[in-house]
């Protein structure tokens, strides 16, 4: 009877075959969504009421009221929001160009007395 080891020393299994139960592996893409049920359309949620639905990388309004807004009124505010864009982008370069025009006008001041010194 051996000290520090067991006489019992059973034989190692064979490793398993890696095949796969089911052949759905084998079907291509399109069928494989109809088979597994992967088309799942675009996702939607409610918020406080309004229904919306993700298009494009942005959520809209399904129908109806957009966030208690009707859509005239949605597509109106749209309207006035990028016309104050726009005049504000003018005003900016009104501003822009006004302070070009005395920064240009000292700079002539500076150079005429400049040349008086001279």
């Known amino acids: ?3 520090f080891g067991s006489t019992f020393s059973p ?3 064979p490793p398993r075959k890696s095949a796969s139960l089911s052949n759905l592996h084998n079907l291509d893409r ?3 969504e109809v088979e597994l049920g ?3 359309g675009t996702p939607t949620m409610n918020l406080a009421g309004q229904s919306l639905k993700f298009e494009n990388g942005h959520w ?3 129908a109806g009221l957009s966030g208690g807004v009707d859509q005239r009124e949605a ?3 749209r309207r006035r929001n990028q016309q104050l864009e726009e005049e504000n982008n003018l005003l900016q370069f009104s501003e822009t160009t006004a302070e070009f ?4 006008k000292e700079l002539e001041e500076l ?5 008086r010194r001279k």
Request: aromatic fraction near 4%; avoid cysteine.
């Open 1 to 3: 009877m051996p000290l």
């Open 11 to 13: 034989k190692k299994t």
């Open 30 to 32: 399109s069928t494989r």
């Open 38 to 40: 992967l088309d799942y």
């Open 60 to 62: 809209v309004a399904e």
């Open 75 to 77: 597509q109106r505010l």
């Open 101 to 104: 025009q005395i920064m240009k």
């Open 111 to 115: 150079k005429s007395v400049n040349r």
